[in-house]
């Protein structure tokens, strides 16, 4: 990737960095702007790799840079972000910074207000439920208290969506599920764990779906998140085994006869964490 690539594709040519528009930061908070020179290599510059808004080229890459240098408190909170400086670091467009920059501001990570420029902003301001935001926490130096938080969130929600969902479940639908619980008993044979862990998060996600409360429903992205992110307190789901599976059978069973008080605690015993367990944390996921 170089610079001399046509705007179209989201890359500037030499001298078309114009002005952004956004609020010139005034020139005594830019002595305090993030040194570009500073980062590490692969996020130097956009197009190594692709995490977070998946498949959204330059402009998703962009976003799941800045996004993991704010998480990692590489860009700590109220550090001034110029967008000229931005694209010339990354060598991407005008366009590719702007959309990027109101991403990131939706997330709750930036603001952007006039006279003041762009900012990061503090930690108790940002979207803790957004599933970028919970991945690149997972992966930065806050991953052990977000894989912790995850944990206790699954024990709040997931247990409660079991109980409804023996009353409001369809019978596709506990179908997909025992699909799925076979799918994962299967894919253990053959030792595929992306396979168990894609049939696993269906699973939890379709359980959610089907308990009839739209705020639940809501959250069942944030489920879905927390199964991606390996590498947390050790429950069922991350011990592909026939005990796991028989779990999972369990709450099955339990919604097809009605029975919400056993859908809830067999979801409960599932997501029992296991301290005797370690496990080692990965590097992030590749997409």
Same mark, same amino acid.
């Given at each position: 990737? !170089?610079?001399?690539?046509?705007?179209?594709?989201?890359? $500037?040519?030499?001298?078309?960095?114009?002005?952004?528009?956004? /609020? &010139?930061?005034?020139?005594?908070?830019?002595?305090?702007?993030?040194? *570009? &020179?500073?980062?590490?290599?692969?996020?130097?510059?956009?197009?190594?790799?692709?995490?977070?808004?998946?498949?959204?080229?330059?402009?998703?890459?962009?976003?799941? %840079?800045?996004? %993991?240098?704010?998480?990692?408190?590489?860009?700590?909170?109220?550090?001034?972000?110029?967008?000229?400086?931005?694209?010339?670091?990354?060598?991407?467009?005008?366009?590719?910074?702007?959309?990027?920059?109101?991403?990131?501001?939706?997330?709750?990570?930036?603001?952007?207000?006039?006279?003041?420029?762009?900012?990061?902003?503090?930690?108790?301001?940002?979207?803790?439920?957004?599933?970028?935001?919970?991945?690149?926490?997972?992966?930065?130096?806050?991953?052990?208290?977000?894989?912790?938080?995850?944990?206790?969130?699954? *024990?709040?929600?997931?247990?409660?969506?079991?109980?409804?969902? $023996?009353?409001?479940?369809?019978?596709?639908? %506990?179908?997909?599920?025992?699909?799925?619980?076979?799918?994962?008993?299967?894919?253990?044979?053959?030792?595929?764990?992306?396979?168990?862990?894609?049939?696993?998060?269906?699973? @939890?996600?379709?359980?959610?779906?089907?308990?009839?409360?739209?705020?639940?429903?809501?959250?069942?992205?944030?489920?879905?998140? /927390?199964? @991606?992110?390996?590498?947390?307190?050790? !429950?069922?789901?991350?011990?592909?085994?026939?005990?796991?599976?028989?779990?999972?059978?369990?709450?099955?069973?339990?919604? $097809?006869?009605?029975?919400?008080?056993? /859908?809830? $605690?067999?979801?409960?015993?599932?997501? !029992?964490?296991?301290?005797?367990?370690?496990?080692?944390?990965?590097?992030?996921?590749? @997409?």
């Amino acid at each position: 990737m !170089t610079a001399a690539r046509s705007a179209d594709s989201g890359l $500037a040519n030499p001298g078309e960095l114009d002005r952004y528009p956004y /609020a &010139e930061t005034p020139a005594v908070d830019r002595l305090g702007a993030p040194s *570009w &020179e500073g980062v590490e290599p692969e996020l130097g510059r956009v197009g190594r790799r692709t995490a977070g808004n998946r498949g959204r080229g330059l402009h998703g890459q962009l976003v799941q %840079q800045l996004g %993991q240098m704010i998480v990692s408190g590489d860009l700590g909170a109220d550090r001034p972000l110029v967008p000229e400086e931005i694209g010339q670091r990354f060598e991407v467009s005008r366009t590719v910074v702007r959309e990027s920059l109101r991403v990131l501001e939706a997330k709750g990570l930036v603001s952007a207000r006039p006279n003041v420029g762009t900012r990061v902003r503090p930690v108790s301001d940002w979207n803790l439920l957004d599933p970028d935001i919970i991945e690149w926490r997972a992966f930065g130096p806050q991953r052990d208290d977000q894989r912790r938080e995850l944990s206790e969130l699954r *024990w709040t929600i997931e247990p409660l969506a079991a109980r409804l969902a $023996a009353g409001h479940g369809r019978e596709d639908v %506990q179908q997909r599920l025992s699909d799925m619980v076979g799918i994962m008993g299967h894919a253990m044979g053959q030792g595929d764990g992306l396979t168990f862990s894609r049939a696993d998060t269906e699973f @939890h996600t379709l359980l959610i779906q089907i308990a009839g409360n739209r705020m639940l429903d809501h959250l069942s992205g944030i489920v879905s998140a /927390a199964l @991606h992110v390996s590498g947390g307190p050790v !429950t069922g789901c991350d011990r592909p085994n026939d005990v796991s599976i028989a779990q999972h059978g369990r709450i099955v069973d339990a919604l $097809a006869t009605g029975d919400g008080a056993a /859908a809830e $605690a067999a979801m409960r015993q599932l997501l !029992t964490v296991h301290p005797e367990v370690e496990r080692v944390v990965p590097a992030p996921r590749e @997409h």
